[in-house]
């Protein structure tokens, strides 16, 4: 099919088409779009890019996405934040949708993923060790665990919790609840969910 | 926010989230992809946008896409290509979807678009003229229609048929079969489909 797109055009459906979840339809839909949008639109597209990797470091300390020129992320140094009790997060963006709630006041840590044999994700490869050193250095009263609620998420839950206690350190140990999403009907959640409901119920 | 997202990472979730059909959350993880992946996925994604509107025209006779540095589009000039038939469509990547069939030998006119008031689109926007010159110019013979089974498609290809016999111009002139498409049940199929696929029924 050379022949029948310009090279920079298949160049840049082939490379729209590494994003994750694109096949070759959305990417050529999107460089058809930027072909035909202003020049600055792509402009701007390819800076925010090529400026990303350079311009985004993680944060010593916790491991949030900060500005390369910080030092510390600002929801560890802002002095209001209460730096005794510590969310434990997989991925940096999910620091934002704890954020959203507007119900969390503590700190966050990013562990980088999760354990996964199958993806050769061991618990060495996550931020452990780090996360060890802030429960002593910062008197951590309270470590929530709010990793995702999937096998490997619940596996690296499970792992975390026997490595505190292994550590010999003395520490209030939180899960986020599982139970039926709001807005869910009944008939819809499913059986694990379920069961989670029932063993998490609460009295009126 | 500003605080919780350094701020090239809003950037590019900003630019990313111009892309057509993609909201914030795909934006988001269009972002964190490539803060993850290696620097050159996003180096040679930035490349190839910044490249494309000044790697790409359109054919000076049939609109379609070609490389900046060529003259006239390669399924124009083509010697093999009969220049008596003329599929017209609206948009340059039409072209791939007839070229995927393998049964179209002729050549291409993109329309630029198609007839749509709504969107503020008259006929005076879309390359007609240069279609008229190019029926006397290359002695076609037949004209086969080949604009979108949509309201504006259908627009465009009456006022093309129109247009062509108000020129005086004697010429074949044809359209795509509608229909059941292949592999779709009688009972999905909707009811101006069916319609179609009676009025262009076929003897065995």
Redesign the interface.
Known sequence: ?A???????V??I???G????VGVR?A????????R?D?R?????????????????NCPVTFA????D?DVS??YSDPSRDKQMVAVVE???D??AL?RTGQFNGTYHVLGGAISPIDGVGPEQLHIPELIERLTKDNVQEVIIATNASVEGESTALFLQRHIKDAGIEIKLTRLARGIPVGVDLEYAGQITLTHALEGRRAF
């Open positions: 099919m022949q029948l797109l310009p090279s920079a055009l160049t840049a082939d490379e729209l590494r994003l994750p979840g959305t050529e839909r999107y460089a058809y779009f930027l072909l949008a020049s639109v792509g402009e701007k597209l390819a800076d925010a890019v090529s400026n990303l990797k350079t311009n985004v470091k996405l900060i500005d390369a910080e600002e929801l991925e940096p963006l620091i934002i954020e």
